[in-house]
């Protein structure tokens, strides 16, 4: 999927719904976007300061 700008565009599940994320949005529960691109979403969980990288995208063939 692509956002207006025809960039890629990101989703995560909250609940039932789909929520489209961009670097700096507030997922919650002290959760932030750091960064993003093609391959990757970097998560900081502000409390401690701690990072999670999620590798996005399936194997290409």
Not at 39 to 48: D, K, S
Not at 49 to 58: D, E, F, W
Request: aromatic letters at 4%.
């Amino acid at each position: 999927m692509s956002d207006e700008s025809g960039k890629p565009a990101h989703f995560l599940a909250k609940g039932d719904a789909l929520v489209q994320v961009k670097p700096g949005a507030a997922l919650g529960d002290g959760y932030r976007v750091e960064s993003m691109n093609e391959q990757t979403l970097v998560v900081l969980y502000e409390p401690i300061p701690s990072k999670t990288v999620i590798q996005l995208g399936g194997a290409k063939p």
